[in-house]
Nanobody
Framework: QVQLQESGPGLVKPSQTLSLTCTVSGGSITTNYYYWSWIRQPPGKGLEWMGAIAYSGSTYYSPSLKSRTSCSRDTSKNQFTLQLSSVTPEDTAVYYC???????????WGKGTLVTVSS
């Protein structure tokens, strides 16, 4: 059973960088051909895909967030990370990590972590 767990600060100040880590257990993030994604859901709004890192280490980003988003990984810890720079209160959301199998299908999700951007 694959499990994902998000971790990081729950409060970030405007203009700072939001950093989150997803720890994966029950499967390796380097296993062919999985992708590991970040998705967020602002209060009262729908899900927004942010970016992903592939089993190979290649990264992919939402065009609307590409200039502020960076995904990376630590294979020794079986973790992948999200950094979102220059945050504003509009970046307040529940942030999820998930495993992508094929055609965008996400079969395992973390429980999500609320990040509030506020001074």
């Amino acid at each position: 059973q694959v499990q994902l767990q998000e971790s990081g600060p729950g409060l970030v100040k405007p203009s700072q960088t939001l950093s989150l880590t997803c720890t994966v257990s029950g499967g390796s993030i380097t296993t062919n051909y999985y992708y590991w994604s970040w998705i967020r859901q602002p209060p009262g709004k729908g899900l927004e895909w942010m970016g992903a890192i592939a089993y190979s280490g290649s990264t992919y980003y939402s065009p609307s967030l590409k200039s502020r988003t960076s995904c990376s990984r630590d294979t020794s810890k079986n973790q992948f990370t999200l950094q979102l720079s220059s945050v504003t209160p509009e970046d307040t959301a529940v942030y999820y990590c998930a495993r992508v199998v094929v055609a965008g299908l996400m079969d395992y999700w973390g429980k999500g972590t609320l990040v509030t951007v506020s001074s």
